[in-house]
């Protein structure tokens, strides 16, 4: 059922017009360009915001380092459109894939983890002045958000070298 | 032998991880190199450039950590690379950025000196390049002609 689905899905969305625009010769490398930069500034903004909460280069205040979060956003927001068009394009090539389903998984984990930094410690760590470390709760947040978003990096890179059919080892798909 | 290993070995820790460390890399290196560039420019005034000194020993470990695992993917398809122009338009990039964040890191730290027009030139250039060397990066696999030896792409 559900797989019956998957593949309507799949065939609706390669006949949409943003499928057929990203068959051009160029589309695709200069969407893939545009996806590295997003992740770029991504991880050059939240990811040394995490490494700050982890305890390193402590003399700068977490209120300064929180200020560069906008510029992560505006990455992030460039990879979603980004990887819409991918995903549109080459539904199947996505759907079945076990990096995808990793690359997703550490998304949404990332995406709880970032709820909960600013419903329980936003508050405690943007006072953080320089030299003073980030609670233990806090640090932890820190260190699953780099662990994930290092994760996305990775499955997002590892996608091609599990395109359906070669994923015999995936024991979900 | 560095080379068969680096394109056969079937374990995931040759190329595939290669590959992942570079991506990683690639971040560290031009995304902290962006974020400075942006706050030279006048985006985010309220970010105290001054603190953005440590910025750098994240840069160098993203450039190293590139140099290391680029070269692993040059000795695995080193005609690949070579016979391309855009891989050595992809080094100048890189050669340039890195010219320019020494230079800026000179200029600007550590006694916050007045950020000139100069200054701005080179930090608007510097995002240039460094866009310009994941652009030439990401093309490196849609422009390859000789991907070993006599064997075409």
Redesign the interface.
């Known amino acids: 059922m559900l797989d019956e689905s998957l593949r309507e899905l799949a065939r609706w969305l390669s006949h949409t017009s943003l499928a057929s625009f990203m068959s051009g010769a160029w589309e695709w490398?200069i969407a893939?360009?545009l996806h590295?930069?997003g992740?770029?500034?991504?991880?050059?903004?939240v990811?040394?915001f995490d490494?700050r909460l982890l305890g390193f280069?402590k003399?700068?205040?977490l209120s300064?380092?929180h200020?560069?979060i906008?510029?992560g956003i505006g990455g992030f927001v460039v990879n979603m459109l980004t990887g819409i068009c991918f995903l549109t394009a080459a539904a199947d090539q996505y759907m079945y894939n076990p990096a995808f389903h990793l690359k997703i998984l550490s998304m949404a984990i990332a995406g709880v983890n970032v709820m909960l930094f600013y419903t329980t410690m936003f508050k405690k760590v943007r006072t953080l002045g320089p030299g003073e470390d980030a609670p233990m709760p806090a640090r932890i947040i820190g260190g699953v958000s780099l662990t994930c978003w290092?994760s996305v990096?990775?499955c997002?890179?590892?996608l091609t070298?599990y395109r359906p059919p070669s994923f015999h080892w995936c024991f979900w798909c | 032998m560095l080379s068969v290993w680096v394109r056969e070995s079937p374990t995931m820790f040759a190329f595939?991880f290669i590959?992942?460390v570079h991506?990683?890399g690639?971040?560290?290196l031009?995304?902290?190199?962006?974020?400075v560039d942006?706050r030279i420019l006048g985006?985010?005034p309220?970010?105290?450039l001054s603190?953005?000194s440590?910025?750098y020993?994240?840069m160098w470990f993203g450039f190293v950590i590139n140099a290391v695992s680029g070269l692993l993917l040059l000795i695995g398809y080193p005609t690949k690379a070579l016979t391309n122009p855009v891989f050595y338009l992809k080094l100048l990039c890189i050669t340039v950025g890195m010219i320019l964040m020494s230079w800026v890191r000179r200029r600007v730290f550590p006694r916050d000196a007045p950020l000139t027009g100069n200054i701005k030139a080179m930090a608007a250039l510097s995002l240039l390049v460094?866009?310009g060397a994941?652009?030439s990066?990401?093309?490196l696999?849609?422009t390859c002609k000789h991907l070993l030896g006599d064997m075409k792409c």
């Open positions: 490398p893939e360009s590295f930069m992740l770029s500034m991504l991880i050059g903004t990811g040394i490494l280069a003399r700068i205040p300064a380092l200020r560069l906008p510029w290092l990096i990775a997002g890179r590892l070298f | 595939p590959l992942v991506a990683w690639m971040g560290l031009a995304g902290a190199n962006a974020a942006l985006f985010a309220r970010v105290p603190a953005m440590k910025f020993p994240v460094w866009a994941i652009v990066g990401r093309l696999a849609y």
